[in-house]
């Protein structure tokens, strides 16, 4: 197990774009599932799922707005955000999930999305 690693959070105007990465350093997730979630006021949010056949699924508030995917390589998660409201405004972190033990990570730090004009 490795400590997952997210990146590419910071400050955006509203309506602004952001995208987030997960990594596990030295770990190759191309076999794996991928969920993001937020977090804040205390409270952890759900926000997409990147299984592990592909398929997608986002959180009602992000649809259309959010992209979740992988890359092919080191299976890099992201998770593209477009059009940002002030609501989107948390703590994100990355999961992985599946069948094999490399899928088994433990939390990373998180990266903050901040949006505010």
């Known amino acids: 197990r490795v400590q997952l690693v997210e990146s590419g959070g910071g400050l955006v105007q509203p309506g602004g774009s952001l995208r987030l990465s997960c990594t596990a350093p030295?770990?190759?997730?191309?076999?794996?599932?991928m969920d993001w979630y937020r977090q804040a006021a205390g409270n952890r949010e759900w926000v997409s799922r990147l299984g592990t056949d592909g398929s997608t699924s986002y959180l009602d508030s992000v649809k259309g707005r959010f992209t979740i995917s992988k890359d092919k390589g080191q299976g890099t998660g992201y998770l593209q955000m477009n059009s940002l409201k002030p609501e989107d405004t948390a703590m994100y972190s990355c999961m992985t999930f599946g069948p094999d033990r490399l899928c088994l990570n433990d939390w990373g730090q998180g990266t903050q999305v901040t949006v505010s004009s």
């Open positions: 030295g770990v190759t997730l191309n076999t794996c599932g």
